[in-house]
């Protein structure tokens, strides 16, 4: 069945950085569209970043454009989330997600399955 496994969740400092890994199984990873939600105290989750299944496109919020960086290895099944100069405002659960295809990579409503999430917690 398909898993989304994320990591690299932790404390760090407001500027600091983390990066984010979300290891996938039971499924033809490489033939995937994959993205990163974050979920903070608000209900819904926000669009963080997405990847196309060959790594040659990628959409980012807004607000974390020039900072965060995806990527993926299609040979070990990885996404990966460079985040630096992390805000605040940033503290939430990560959460990893797949679709097959998307012409609207930032809607949460395309992904059809997620991981568990990580924790990321930013402080002053």
């Known amino acids: 069945q398909v898993q989304l496994v994320e990591s690299g969740g932790g404390l760090v400092q407001a500027g600091g950085s983390l990066r984010l890994s979300c290891a996938a199984s039971?499924?033809?990873?490489?033939?995937?569209?994959m993205a990163w939600f974050l979920q903070a105290p608000e209900p819904e989750r926000e669009f963080v970043a997405a990847i196309s299944w060959s790594g040659g496109s990628t959409y980012y919020a807004d607000s974390v454009k020039g900072r965060f960086t995806i990527s993926r290895d299609n040979a070990k099944n990885t996404v990966n989330l460079q985040m630096n100069s992390l805000k605040l405002e940033e503290t939430a659960v990560y959460y990893c997600a797949e679709v097959l295809d998307s012409d609207y990579p930032s809607r949460i409503q395309e992904y059809d399955y997620w991981g568990q999430g990580t924790q990321v917690t930013v402080s002053s």
């Open positions: 039971g499924f033809t990873f490489s033939s995937y569209f």
